[in-house]
């Protein structure tokens, strides 16, 4: 059940609030709207996956390819008929077995007779191995949902009040973009801040080196440097 | 010798709309108004607008593969060279196979 807590409106006012007196004429309502509140919502849910989904298809008989719906953006989880199917990539099915692809599950041999793997082919497709020879049985996907947009300012913000600072955050950075220079620079802190809530929600995140780089945490790099400054060829 | 398009391209909700107003406003070009859904303004035409953002899009598509068409057409017998469809920005994974 969405949260029905915050509407965009009410999120706004906190913008504005976090934005100064002159914010209400600095920035119109729409351009929060459009350019601050919106991509924060999307950012928020590139890096935790916030927003999930699930989407049911029925396998078509020999099929190894089957496209996502626009619903979902990214997939986490597939399942057959129930059973779990493991994730594999291309280049260990082309390689282990190039046939894969004309593969199904009344192949015989040492092919299983139901699917076991699927493979990621880009955010809009999957393919399964072996393919389903009799079709028509349940292909259920997990993904993380495409971001709720927010058309009025009634629309509720599918979110808890627990998230809103992080969030709030983001849409900051965001709309100092405009103002840029010494303001951008000081609002990069609190755009970390936005970037350890969301590290807090999504422990993937935390294990990214590009994370713990953005952060300033990748501190071991500065400890023992590779190479000594001012390194030159010859006697030292 | 024509390919077959396997795939239609997903449509995700962001829009060509929401980016080109929130180009404007980024640059500053909405003057005291909500930025327009189809911006003209004295600096930059429409086309203009439109060319940044279908220039990006497909840059940013051919970097990252992020999303994938596939298509299929029938060998010829003694024919080597096969022309890509006019929309191929790049070749990922290319198989052969008999069909039925």
């Given at each position: 059940m969405p949260y029905t807590q915050v509407t965009r409106a009410q999120l706004r006012g906190l913008l504005r609030n976090r934005l100064g007196n002159a914010a209400a004429t600095f920035w119109r309502d729409d351009e929060l709207n459009?350019?601050?509140i919106q991509p924060a919502l999307r950012l928020f849910n590139?890096?935790?996956g916030f927003w999930k989904r699930r989407a049911l298809f029925n396998t078509v008989a020999g099929q190894v390819w089957y496209p996502l719906p626009s619903s979902?953006?990214?997939?986490l989880r597939v399942s057959w008929r129930d059973f779990p199917?493991?994730?594999s990539s291309f280049y260990d099915l082309d390689f282990g077995r190039p046939i894969w692809e004309s593969e199904t599950t009344v192949?015989?041999?040492d092919v299983p007779t139901q699917p076991k793997v699927y493979s990621i082919g880009a955010l809009n497709l999957i393919a399964i191995w072996p393919a389903?020879?009799?079709?028509?049985?349940?292909l259920i996907v997990d993904g993380i949902a495409a971001t709720p947009i927010l058309s009025t300012d009634a629309s509720f913000v599918d979110i808890g009040q627990e998230e809103l600072s992080g969030l709030l955050d983001c849409a900051q950075m965001l709309a100092v973009f405009k103002e840029s220079g010494k303001e951008l620079t000081e609002a990069l802190e609190v755009f970390k801040k936005f970037l350890k809530s969301a590290g807090e929600r999504n422990s993937i995140l935390l294990a990214s080196s590009t994370y713990h780089k953005f952060l300033g945490l990748d501190t071991l790099r500065q400890k023992k440097p590779y190479k000594l400054e001012g390194e030159r060829l010859g006697a030292r | 010798m024509s390919w077959t398009l396997l795939t239609t391209p997903p449509t995700w909700n962001v829009t060509d709309q929401e980016l080109l107003k929130r180009l404007c406003y980024h640059l500053l070009e909405n003057g005291n108004a909500d930025a327009s859904t189809s911006p003209s303004t004295a600096m930059f035409s429409?086309?203009?607008?439109?060319a940044a953002l279908n220039q990006r899009q497909q840059k940013f598509l051919r970097d990252t593969a992020c999303v994938v068409a596939r298509a299929t057409q029938a060998s010829t017998p003694q024919v080597a060279r096969y022309a890509l469809p006019g929309d191929w920005i790049h070749t990922r994974r290319i198989t052969w196979g008999s069909i039925g």
């Open positions: 459009t350019s601050a590139l890096l935790t979902i953006t990214s997939n199917l493991s994730p192949s015989g041999g389903d020879a009799a079709g028509s049985n349940s | 429409q086309s203009q607008w439109l």
